[in-house]
């Protein structure tokens, strides 16, 4: 009462406006014009397409080396040729609910978005947690723990060709390959009887 047809209709207009809490670019619509509102269900999707990320997990074994701030590298299985650098933005203080193993969630961002990079892409990360230079390495094929042993051993190829068992004391380790801190020099070939 007491409002014209007009007025009515601006007030509602303004109801229904929707204004975004930052400036992004709309990924998908949940309704279609006429459609009715549905309470809980996502009226649109909008993203921050200058600020990307990859969400992932790190086992509870691995977690105590993340720090934020530590390099990653970031490879993207649809673009197996480009290395992206990004860095670890956060680390989850809880582990992943319902997991069968104990997992924490971690947040790397994207140092520079790349044009072709999009939400939702399969990602493996390599998180650099340590660097050194200048060592001997080692592939962990040719490691060998020895049966009521704690001490780790490789199999050298001896002066006359006969493999010899020596022991070694081992530093940094990747998936690949171990750092030798004592035990090896460069230049002996070792292998696998």
Known sequence: PGESEGEFRVRLADQARLVAPFAGTVMSI???PGDSIVPGQVGAVLADLSSLHVD???DE???AAIQTGQAVEITLDALPDQALMGEVAQIDLAPVAGSST???PVVV???SAQ???RIGMTAALSI???HKE???LVPNWALRLEQGSTDIFVRVLGPLGDPQQVPVTLGLRSDLFSEVVSGLTAGQTVGVP
């Open 61 to 63: 074994l691995d977690i």
């Open 30 to 32: 949940g309704y279609n």
């Open 102 to 104: 104990t997992e924490f």
């Open 128 to 130: 650099q947690v340590a």
């Open 56 to 58: 992932t997990t790190v």
């Open 134 to 136: 200048g060592v001997l």
């Open 115 to 117: 044009e072709q990079v």
């Open 109 to 111: 961002t994207l140092g």
